[in-house]
């Protein structure tokens, strides 16, 4: 058999609950409590012919086994976090072994630690705000209103519709970037921290639409209603926007060590 | 409460690939440098996976020195 070594998940505060030790990390591995002065490391074995030096390499260029390994990854330090607060580690960090672990933990425990400070009873929240690009095909067969349906019957009302349609594209997109900074600093607001990420390549994400904003948002447990009810009516009575939100998920783009 | 369940579906709605890749790879801890991750010609993530991987392979190096070191 090969080399097993340790897939870490995330970082709490000591005392672990005993419970974490129900759950099972990749490949249905059981998850590992490694506690270091006061910092516990939430891992699970890996064989290391798959997650070492070689198999990362090739491994990570499979789009399936990405996801497959994303995806434990993400339901793990869910899992984790719906318990205490907890920093994320970036996908595959990998050690050789337990000691490895603790070595690490030891080399970045005041990191760790003001990490841990920072997120505590925070959670992130994602937003990405888009611009709608009217199609023929979509105006065609979903209209988005009764007057719409109305309008598409009509000569005339096609003709007004196809002009206010080239309108909003022109008008839309000028608009739109100041519109995003604007719901940005709305949001950004009620949150403790907030950091913008990459536009996502609209083939990868499968949205047709144009993306302006893709943010994150560190946002406290007691202000959390207000940030989503704040970003439902940010963009009320703009049918051209679609805001798309999604939390509260653990503080990955909020754990970085370079950040505390 | 199950806290487990075997698939990873049922905790939440599927999340977008990209979403969770834009935060378990552009997030991070301690390490730098570049690969490209690519999809049909798309440049998935441009993530930091190249230091990721030499981070396993010092970890590696020096576990197996310190086992013939130490044994």
Redesign the interface.
Known sequence: MSQTGKYLYAVIRAPARESLTSGYGLRGQPLELIEHRGLVAIASGVDLEEFGEVGLRHNLEDLSWLEEVARVHHRVVQFVFTTTPAAPLRLATICVDSEAVLARLAALHDEIDAVLERISGSAEWGVKMYLRIPTPSSSGQQPSTPRAEQAARTGASYLQRKRSEANQRKVGEEYAVEAARSVHTELSAVAVASRLLRPQDPKLSGHPDKLVLNAAYLVRSDREQEFVTRSEEVLAGQDQYELVRFGPWPPYSFAGLDDA | MS??PAA?QE??PQ?????????????????SGD?V?S??G?????IR?HA???S??A??E??AT?RVGTA
């Open positions: 806290l487990f990873d905790l939440e999340v977008s690939l990209v979403d969770l890749l834009d935060r378990l790879l552009g997030a991070g801890v301690v390490l690969i991750i999809l049909a798309v440049d998935l993530v441009q996976l990721l991987i030499a396993v392979r970890d590696m020096r576990s310190g």
